[in-house]
Each structure stands twice: as structure tokens, then as C-alpha cells.
């Protein structure tokens, strides 16, 4: 299994609104809406900030918002805050009963 | 809340078994399935396996010749061994428990432990 595509980095001042994207196949993220994207501060464990697609845990800000179109996910962050500054992850469940996860994305807050 | 952690040797020679447990404390090991992710130094994650409380298990292709993943209810913890290892194999290691049950994600994770491949 192949990972899913995601840009190596993203930036954005405080306040504007940035979109990470993350591209699979029809065997993952197109196949299923079981798309999830986590949070990773250096040094920390990934932190789950949305899970099928576009549905937040309680206690993840409402500026964190996730949305599919065919084979290709994306994670829209609202009203950047400095402590938005890290890695991000997607992740799907796949045909094969597998998960993969995309390469990672660096959003940096200037 | 459900806490997961890791413990096992920092250290393993390379052609040796790298072996890991993750004890599940804050609520049962007998529901949901149990993963194992990895991330090399800089990089990005990758998932290794998982395992439900039955004993029935998946595999990354890319690992599945050198990987098996154990679990022992009665202690509320799974395990993982990584046959054959090279510096390739250096990395932090995760365990995270899995919803798999028409909301597929990874809801707790461990600390992560970080396994060096190194004679």
C-alpha cells in the first residue's frame, strides 16, 4: 500500500484560514469515509482532531474542519492561531482492512 | 480515559527481535482493536498492524513477513515483535487503540517509545 499524498508544508498568518490536502484511491480515501486527521507537536504523540471525514471530538476547536471530494480529503484550519503550528496527519482504513497515512504535512504559523 | 504505554528495549542489535508491549490501563483490553505505529527520526507515521481482543490480526504488507502482534487480556496489554532489524527499522514506536466500528480512527495513542537499531 502506497501513502497517501499530502504537501510536505503549509503556511499561513494568524488569522487566515489554510487547507491541507491529502490524495488516496479508490481503495482508501475514496472508498470509504473512514478519513481521520491528527495533530503532532515536536516530541508529542499525534492528538485526533477529526475523524470520518469531518466530524470533531469533543474538546477540537470549530476552527478545525475536514471535508472529501473522490479520492482526495482535506483539513481546513480557520482563524490561525499560533499554537496551530505542527505536523498533520491524514490517515484512512483501506480496502484490505489496513490503514496508511499520508507523509505529513508542516503548517507554519508566520 | 483509556491510557496506553509503551515499554521494551531502547536498544537492539541489528538482525535481532525488536519487542515491545503496551499495557492499557482506564478500561479493557476485550473491546476494539489495538495498533502499532512507527515514525522514523523526521519522518512521518507509519502503521505496523493491529490486533482485536480475540486475537485476530492485519498486517502492513510492507512488514507483514517480520511482524507479529500478541495479545494477553489477562494482563490488558499487546505486544509486538519485529524480526530481523536493521537501522532502518529505528524509530519512535506507538501503540493506539482503534475504533473499528463504522468510526474508523485512532482515538488514544501512548507516549511513544523510541527503538535504536545499533550494534
Known amino acids: 500500500q502506497s501513502a497517501l499524498t499530502q504537501p510536505a508544508s503549509v503556511s499561513g498568518s494568524p488569522g487566515q484560514s489554510i487547507t491541507i490536502s491529502c490524495t488516496g484511491t479508490?481503495?482508501?480515501?475514496?472508498?470509504?469515509?473512514?478519513v481521520s486527521w491528527y495533530q503532532q507537536h515536536p516530541g508529542k504523540a499525534p492528538k485526533l482532531m477529526i475523524y470520518?471525514?469531518?466530524k470533531r471530538p469533543s474538546g477540537v476547536s470549530n476552527r478545525f474542519s475536514g471535508s472529501k471530494s473522490g479520492n482526495t480529503a482535506s483539513l481546513t484550519i480557520s482563524g490561525l492561531q499560533a499554537e496551530d503550528e505542527a505536523d498533520y496527519y491524514c490517515s484512512s482504513y483501506t480496502s484490505s482492512n489496513t490503514w496508511v497515512f499520508g507523509g505529513g504535512t508542516k503548517l507554519t504559523v508566520l | 480515559q483509556v491510557q496506553l504505554q509503551e515499554s521494551g528495549p531502547g536498544l537492539v542489535k541489528p538482525s535481532e527481535t525488536l519487542s515491545l508491549t503496551c499495557t492499557v490501563s482506564?478500561?479493557?483490553?476485550?473491546?476494539?482493536?489495538w495498533s502499532w505505529i512507527r515514525q522514523p527520526p523526521g519522518k512521518g507515521l507509519e502503521w505496523i498492524g493491529d490486533i482485536s481482543y480475540s486475537g485476530s490480526t492485519n498486517y502492513n504488507p510492507s512488514l507483514k513477513s517480520r511482524v507479529t502482534i500478541s495479545v494477553d487480556t489477562s494482563k490488558n496489554q499487546f505486544s509486538l515483535k519485529l524480526s530481523s532489524v536493521t537501522a532502518a527499522d529505528t524509530a519512535v514506536y506507538y501503540c493506539?487503540?482503534?475504533?473499528?466500528?463504522?468510526?474508523?480512527?485512532?482515538?488514544?495513542w501512548g507516549q511513544g517509545t523510541l527503538v535504536t537499531v545499533s550494534s
Open positions: 493506539a487503540k482503534e475504533r473499528r466500528d463504522g468510526h474508523n480512527y485512532f482515538d488514544y
Open positions: 482506564g478500561g479493557s483490553i476485550s473491546s476494539y482493536y
Open positions: 470520518d471525514v469531518s
Open positions: 479508490s481503495s482508501d480515501v475514496g472508498g470509504y469515509n473512514y
